[in-house]
């Protein structure tokens, strides 16, 4: 059967540095790119069309009024917002206003290799893992811009340790972004004394999950992959986290479905068939039951 297969890209730091070369864009290596962009600008746009990044990223509206999406999430930014894109979010930029935007995309490899606090981390990224456009005081945009030029000078120089110089500037802006935050933006329900085995076993179930959810939604799959059991990694999940495994799981799941019917030519058939379910009838009350739309009622909407 033929088809308009437009299953969303996926995009390394590496990929989109061959893409758009040095076009406004500075890179160092495949650790982090750093780029400038307008809408109606001459330049070829960047994101304009949906796609996940393989990167944090970071993008500071500077000037007019920005439109966008993140894990499908329309949002609207305008001067002093930055929009933070998680590492596997769904991206994309809409270039139909007048805006002027900076962004720094850091690769997930080498945030792993940042000092950075999990205990810190992990309540944050509970909050804005779906996305989150956040309105700065000028001091904290004041503050982006010096590590962003900072950065990029270190990036441009290429002293012999520029490698090490930059991992400390991105430490630094990671910890400070956090400190930008609003006292609320903590999930409810995450709590600080919470054992450190747990914590690292949510961490290790949500790259699990990040990696394996198109095709597994069995709890004992993730389970036996953290060698324990479905009943202790429940536990474990809803402590470190306020949330069942299983709602987790369902996150996933769900917004790998609407992307796939919103965005690709596939069939509902098709898509039931590469996220795993046994037919499209079990697909569609799955759907249903966690949306409260049907997979065809979305697909139209």
């Given at each position: ?201 949510f961490e290790r179930f949500m790259a699990l999950l990040e990696r394996y959810h198109v095709t597994e939604r069995s709890l004992g799959f993730y389970a036996g992959q953290l060698c ?74």
């Open positions: 059967m033929e088809h308009n297969d437009k299953i969303l890209p996926s995009f390394s730091i590496g990929r989109l540095r061959e893409l758009f070369g040095s076009e406004r864009t500075c890179c160092m290596g495949d650790d982090f790119m750093m780029f400038e962009r307008s809408g109606g600008g001459a330049e070829r746009p960047l994101f304009a069309e949906p796609c996940r990044i393989d990167a944090l990223g970071m993008i500071l509206c500077t000037s007019g009024r920005i439109r966008g999406s993140v894990n499908l999430n329309d949002y609207e930014a305008t001067q002093g917002v930055v929009a933070v894109c998680m590492p596997g979010n769904i991206l994309r930029i809409d270039y139909g206003g007048d805006f002027t935007l900076r962004g720094m995309l850091l690769s997930t490899s080498f945030l792993r290799s940042l000092r950075v606090d999990l205990k810190l981390i992990m309540p944050i990224w509970l909050r804005i893992r779906n996305g989150v456009c956040l309105r700065l005081r000028d001091d904290d945009v004041a503050l982006l811009d010096r590590f962003y030029f900072l950065l990029r000078e270190v990036t441009v120089r290429s002293e012999p340790h520029a490698s090490e110089v930059a991992g400390g500037l991105a430490t630094a802006l990671v910890h400070a972004f956090c400190d930008m935050l609003p006292a609320g933006s903590v999930a409810a329900g995450t709590a600080e004394g919470v054992e450190g085995r747990r914590r690292v076993l324990i059991t479905p009943k202790y990694l429940s536990s474990a999940v809803k402590e470190a986290s306020g949330r069942t495994a299983a709602e987790w799981v369902d996150d996933f799941v769900v917004l790998e479905a609407k992307t796939l019917l919103k965005y690709s030519g596939l069939s509902i058939q098709e898509i039931a068939y590469r996220l795993n379910f046994p037919s499209q009838s079990f697909f569609g009350k799955y759907f249903k039951h966690r949306t409260g739309l049907s997979p065809s009622e979305y697909k139209v909407r």
